[in-house]
């Protein structure tokens, strides 16, 4: 009866554990990003194992890599030899934790693949078409990696899609200033449905920072502006 009597505890405490875990995991799989970003992605973060396609914007490319970045994630570039080292420092990316890949050639893919298996945040310019059946294979991998793809460029079964439009430097004057930071609308469709949230950031501001200049706008559309990068 003593024993017996220890059951309800036992499983309370089992129950507990099963819940801390569970949260764990959940936390894990979500990747942090920079909070003028967060509330534009579906779940708040990157999520592991899933794919992004940024339309044109090297920079939003690079601001959604240095949430990961300062949280000491290890990155890879490939396929961007104009990659800015000194604007990827001034966001917060340890240049001693990204391997660049500028010039992989037509096996772009394989090499993107290949890191996947060692980097947790991977940004790739496609030099070529991607197909469904090459997507979903380097998408395992990185499911089973728990890694994050974000293309420069269309990707198929995107999380989410990412675009830059009205963009407009501040600072400066009538024909006399200087250039204090930039302004720009950031819009990102889900993957699956037409909805888009769009916000006004600075990309950078005069700090050389990625912060929120608005509120987020929600809308319905079929496809993305990509007016400027």
Not at 58 to 84: H, I, N, T
Not at 146 to 172: H, K, Y
Not at 197 to 213: F, G, H, K, N, T
């Amino acid at each position: 009866m003593r024993e017996l009597s220890r059951v309800p505890d036992t499983v309370r405490e089992l129950q507990s554990r099963i819940r801390q875990m569970q949260s764990t995991k959940l936390e894990v799989r979500t990747l942090p990003t920079l909070p003028a970003l967060a509330d534009l992605l579906p779940g708040g973060g990157l999520r592991v194992g899933a794919s992004y396609s940024v339309q044109g914007s090297a920079s939003l490319a690079m601001a959604l890599m240095a949430g990961p970045a300062a949280s000491g994630a290890w990155c890879g570039v490939v396929g961007m030899p104009e990659f800015g080292a000194e604007a990827a420092a001034g966001l917060g990316i340890d240049l001693n934790r990204v391997v660049l890949v500028p010039r992989p050639g037509e096996q772009w893919l394989a090499v993107t693949g290949a890191i996947a298996d060692a980097l947790t945040v991977i940004v790739v310019k496609p030099s070529g078409r991607v197909t469904e059946t090459a997507a979903s294979r380097l998408s395992a991998r990185l499911r089973q990696r728990e890694a994050v793809l974000i293309a420069l460029g269309p990707w198929p079964q995107a999380e989410a899609r990412l675009s830059v439009s009205e963009g407009r430097w501040g600072g400066i004057g009538d024909g006399h200033g200087y250039l204090a930071g930039r302004q720009v609308t950031v819009t990102v469709s889900g993957a699956g449905n037409g909805r888009q949230l769009s916000r006004r950031i600075w990309m950078p501001d005069s700090a050389l920072q990625v912060r929120e200049d608005g509120t987020v706008r929600s809308g319905v559309g079929s496809s993305l502006a990509s007016r400027a990068s």
